[in-house]
């Protein structure tokens, strides 16, 4: 039975840019809601403290969220680079030996 390398993160095997598009967008509600929470603090409504723990939680969510969905991508675009490097060092080869032979 085959050893199964150990990945704390999961290999994504559906299409990448839907990812990349929805890490795009938790990171611009993420610059959203910072700023409102700077809004906020022009107001006094709520503790400079409070809203400096509630930035800190949404930053702390935020980095939490980006490290696990880029190291998903990283494995993913990885195992991608490998692929694609074979096909293309394959490529090369059958170019690099017509050309000989038309020699």
Do not use: C
């Not at 809004?39 to 503790?47: G, Q, R």
């Not at 400079?48 to 675009?77: K, S």
Request: glycine share 2%.
């Amino acid at each position: 039975m085959a050893v199964r390398k150990f990945s704390p993160f999961p290999i994504l095997k559906q299409p990448k840019f839907p990812v990349y598009e929805a890490l795009y967008r938790l990171n611009l509600a993420f610059q959203s809601l910072a700023l409102e929470i700077e809004h906020m603090d022009d107001s006094e409504a709520v503790s400079p403290n409070t809203l400096r723990l509630y930035r800190t939680m949404a930053e702390d969510l935020r980095a939490a969220i980006n490290h696990t969905v880029t190291g998903v991508l990283h494995i993913r675009e990885a195992n991608d680079w490998y692929k694609y490097g074979q096909a293309k060092v394959a490529l090369e080869t059958k170019l690099q030996k017509r050309k000989a032979r038309v020699k």
